[in-house]
């Protein structure tokens, strides 16, 4: 039997960002992923500055390696089939990535034994340790397995049996032709944003590269292929995106942090990221807070093991809560709106250069007023 002052089980942002702040801090941790790497995950991929920040990585040194990382300067803003407004924020504001490879950078220069192609598939504790698959030993788990994280189910988590406050989202991610690239009106630095006629939810069309990401995200999931599938026909209608656009768009519920009824700890275990149930409620951006978990979780656990003092669940659960807000319902796409006066005032507000930029850019999707996550 191995044994590791930590395991982690899922190697995303969230698990791997725990890994690397660890491996740091010199504590022995290994990475468990029922997946190899380079592994696909369904993803705008889309991030903010911030993430690179608390994670020192360089844009210029990432895309050295042929890896996609696509500057964005603002956001093109419609409610869908209304006037829009371009939000140019003048500067770089974000990024686009490739989960393959965003994720697999990140997993390789965590530093962390990794166990890859190999699922979780038994959990037990005895003595106060882990024991996981019958084979490693840890005395702290950290759960950072996406919205179906078999250490959250554990923890109590039913993903799928309705929980509140999911989001569902699909997207399809393929390499443009070059005819497709020049027939695309869609700017590499200013993505297109088509919130829904009822404010649930939006609409994506993002370049990275030579690659198109189209989506959608809503709040609520009645009838959601067919608006997916009705998304897809006003696009191509409006010569938005090709007119081959691959019919199969793959996606998965994941938890908004206002409403996630999950726990964000228990005696000896942390959650991370998707596990924990963290997105952003307004944008569903989920890679920021996943980042930021998962090196506020080792933060807790580095100094814990260091000190040999106590109480490093409640550390880290007070961490969170001081980092993204206490939970509470509301705080929405949509929350910032009574329901009677959305249809009424939300076209004209997001035809508004002023509302789309200093509003839903800003701080919907950047949250510019939240500075990236600093060092101890
Ligand atoms: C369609 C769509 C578009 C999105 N677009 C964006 C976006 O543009 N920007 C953004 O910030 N967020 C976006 N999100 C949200 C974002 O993808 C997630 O919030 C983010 O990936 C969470 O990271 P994570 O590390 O917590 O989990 P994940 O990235 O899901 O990683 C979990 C890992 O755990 C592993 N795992 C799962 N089960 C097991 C098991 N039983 N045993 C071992 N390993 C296991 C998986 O293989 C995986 O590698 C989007 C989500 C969807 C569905």
């Given at each position: 039997m191995e044994r590791f002052a930590v395991l982690v089980v899922g190697g995303g942002p969230a698990g791997s960002s725990c890994a690397f702040a660890l491996c740091r801090a010199g504590v022995s941790v290994a990475v468990l992923d029922k997946a190899r790497f380079p592994r696909d995950k369904v993803c705008a991929g889309w991030i903010t500055p911030p993430v690179l920040r608390a994670l020192e990585i360089e844009p210029q040194d990432y895309a050295k390696g042929g890896r996609v990382m696509q500057p964005i300067r603002g956001f093109a803003v419609a409610r869908r089939g209304d006037p829009g407004a371009d939000a140019d924020c003048g500067e770089v504001v974000s990024y686009g990535i490739r989960r393959c490879e965003f994720d697999r950078f990140l997993l390789e220069r965590s530093g962390a034994d990794l166990r890859l192609g190999q699922p979780l598939e038994s959990l037990r504790r005895e003595d106060g340790e882990w024991i996981a698959n019958e084979s490693i030993r840890a005395d702290w788990i950290v759960g950072a397995?996406?919205?179906?994280c078999p250490v959250a189910r554990e923890l109590g988590a039913r993903p799928g049996a309705g929980e509140p406050s999911t989001i569902v989202a699909r997207e399809v991610e393929f390499e443009m032709t070059s005819e497709q690239q020049a027939r695309c009106p869609v700017r590499a630095d200013l993505p297109a944003l088509y919130f829904e006629p009822d404010l649930r939810g939006y609409g994506w069309v993002v370049r990275k590269g030579d690659w198109l990401n189209v989506g959608l995200g809503r709040q609520?999931?009645?009838a959601f292929p067919a608006r997916v599938t009705g998304f897809a026909d006003w696009l191509r209608a409006h010569d938005l995106v090709p007119p081959d656009l691959p019919a199969r768009w793959r996606g998965h519920a994941y938890l908004l942090h206002g409403e996630a009824p999950r726990p964000l700890s228990a005696p000896g275990a942390l959650l991370c990221g998707d596990a924990a149930g963290l997105?952003?409620?307004?944008?569903?951006?989920?890679i920021r807070p996943a980042v930021e978990s998962g090196l506020l979780a080792a933060r807790a656990l580095s100094r814990v093991l260091h000190l040999c003092g106590d109480g490093v669940e409640r550390t880290y659960a007070r961490a969170l809560i001081e980092r993204?807000?206490?939970?509470?319902?509301?705080?929405?796409?949509?929350?910032?709106?009574?329901a009677r006066a959305r249809a009424r005032v939300a076209g004209r507000c997001l035809a508004s250069a002023w509302f789309a930029k200093r509003v839903v850019v800003e701080r919907w999707l950047l949250h510019r007023e939240v500075p990236a996550l600093s060092g101890d």
């Open positions: 397995g996406g919205h179906f609520d999931a009645h997105a952003y409620p307004r944008s569903g951006e989920g993204f807000g206490p939970r509470r319902p509301g705080a929405s796409f949509s929350g910032w709106l009574p």
